[in-house]
């Protein structure tokens, strides 16, 4: 058995762009297979912080430490609007395998993702012909083909409808079901208490506060967290 990446060990992180801090020293740890939501209101710092936990932006200050020094293999990321080549679905799949360096089954691999997310219809259709919510399932089967074992997801419903939305949801439950350790981002508070198992709640770069989601929803800790709950916080 291969070793797991996780824990992530995050400790006082910060980034700053010019003199304004947009994380304002984080610390805070991953475990293994659990669904974290980091909270909070639009500019919170939501993105940044799922950036620099995926390494697509470095740290200003602090440390972010891996169990595994080779864990940017092992990590994939959904965006709220979804990427996607012009071709078709079930290429679009292949084409990352491809670049991830699986050599062996891909075509079965990107049949195999598609049917998980329900799409083995539109398997031959452009990619960019499908609808958002379609895309975005296209996106989710493309990220789970990797087998990631962190799944990162930027506030991956927020241009959806319900029902999309309601699709998108019950693939990232399946995607944990399977073991893959979700780090997901929403300002939707009914989205967190669907999906958290954990909620890491931001506020103008700083975390509030780190909790069970039981614990997070009923007995927030700080005014901030407890105006948020209740809709009062819009920055
Ligand atoms: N490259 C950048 N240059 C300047 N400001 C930035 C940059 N990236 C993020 N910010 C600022 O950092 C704050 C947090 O942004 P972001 O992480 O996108 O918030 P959220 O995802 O929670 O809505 C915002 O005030 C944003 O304007
Ligand atoms: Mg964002």
Known sequence: ?????????????????????????????IERGSRNIVLGANGAGKSVLLRLLHGL???SGGQIKWARADA?????????????????????????LQVAGREKNISHAARAALESVGLTHLAD??????????????????AWALVPEVLFLDEPTASLD?????????????????????IMTTHDIGQAKRIA???????????????????????????????????????
């Open 1 to 29: 058995m291969v070793e797991s990446i996780l824990p992530l060990s995050v400790r006082s992180l910060s980034y700053s762009v010019g003199a304004v801090e947009v994380i304002r020293d984080a610390s805070f740890a």
């Open 57 to 59: 932006l470095l740290p």
């Open 72 to 96: 940017k293999f092992k990590q994939a990321m959904v965006f709220q609007r979804p990427v996607m080549l012009r071709r078709t679905a079930r290429e679009n799949i292949e084409f990352a």
């Open 125 to 142: 259709r452009p990619a960019r012909l499908c609808s958002g919510g379609e895309q975005q399932r296209i996106a989710l089967a493309r």
């Open 162 to 182: 319900p029902t999309a939305t309601k699709a998108i949801e019950e693939i990232i439950a399946a995607i944990n079901n399977t073991g893959t350790t979700i």
């Open 197 to 235: 198992h954990r909620v890491l709640f931001l506020h103008r770069g700083r975390l509030m506060e780190d909790a069970l989601a039981g614990h997070f929803f009923t007995e927030p800790q700080s005014p901030e967290a407890a105006a948020f709950i209740k809709g009062e916080l819009l920055w």
